[in-house]
T-cell receptor, first 114, second 112 residues
Framework: DQQVKQNSPSLSVQEGRISILNCDYTNSMFDYFLWYKKYPAEGPTFLISISSIKDKNEDGRFTVFLNKSAKHLSLHIVPSQPGDSAVYFCAASSPNTNAGKSTFGDGTTLTVKP | EAQVTQNPRYLITVTGKKLTVTCSQNMNHEYMSWYRQDPGLGLRQIYYSMNVEVTDKGDVPEGYKVSRKEKRNFPLILESPSPNQTSLYFC???????????FGPGTRLTVT
């Protein structure tokens, strides 16, 4: 049973447009959510996070939205740049269990075309 | 520079030949984890450690061992590797006051 799902394996957008990456989760105990970005031949790097007490968190061109009732979060990148082309992983944590272990989705490969 | 290092980066071995993948972090982090990444399966946790001498199983621990004798090091041991352990492995660490993890560059393991 996959508790964190990223249903779109890939996404292609034009430079300057908005990229929207989606993530769904099933475990209502998750209360902290993170996005990581991964370039080829490198490890994932932390991008942005959101606590369940918020519905939006913004950091520059990156905004994460959380809809707890729908168990859904999304990452918006505006404007998208070619350097944003990477695999994006959504992750969810339950800080009070398993030492705050994160459960990851399968990842979405974003391609931003110049 | 804050970082997590892994060695080797690439390894090709044969079934049954014991191997160790090393992981080291210089951030004095309490928590360390090992993950494997396989196509269509995302990142799955193998083992994690909450501090020195404290380790526990993750989601896919079968066929792996770990140890945490020093805070900075968290080696992954495959006593008798099998072809189904061919994968991309990542070590990660995090401090006690945050949830974001710092990942190593990955180790590409092939078992023939």
């Amino acid at each position: 049973d996959q508790q964190v799902k990223q249903n779109s394996p890939s996404l292609s957008v034009q430079e300057g447009r908005i990229s929207i990456l989606n993530c769904d989760y099933t475990n209502s105990m998750f209360d902290y959510f993170l996005w990581y970005k991964k370039y080829p031949a490198e490890g994932p790097t932390f991008l942005i996070s959101i606590s369940s007490i918020k519905d939006k968190n913004e950091d520059g061109r990156f905004t994460v939205f959380l809809n707890k009732s729908a168990k859904h979060l999304s990452l918006h990148i505006v404007p998208s740049q070619p350097g944003d082309s990477a695999v994006y992983f959504c992750a969810a944590s339950s800080p009070n269990t398993n030492a705050g272990k994160s459960t990851f989705g399968d990842g979405t490969t974003l391609t931003v075309k110049p | 520079e804050a970082q997590v290092t892994q060695n080797p980066r690439y390894l090709i071995t044969v079934t049954g030949k014991k191997l160790t993948v090393t992981c080291s972090q210089n951030m004095n982090h309490e928590y360390m984890s090992w993950y494997r990444q396989d196509p269509g399966l995302g990142l799955r946790q193998i083992y994690y450690s909450m501090n020195v001498e404290v380790t526990d199983k993750g989601d896919v621990p079968e066929g792996y061992k770990v140890s945490r004798k020093e805070k900075r090091n968290f080696p992954l041991i495959l006593e008798s590797p099998s072809p189904n352990q061919t994968s991309l492995y990542f070590c990660a660490s995090r401090g006690h006051d945050g949830y974001e993890q710092y990942f190593g560059p990955g180790t590409r393991l092939t078992v023939t």
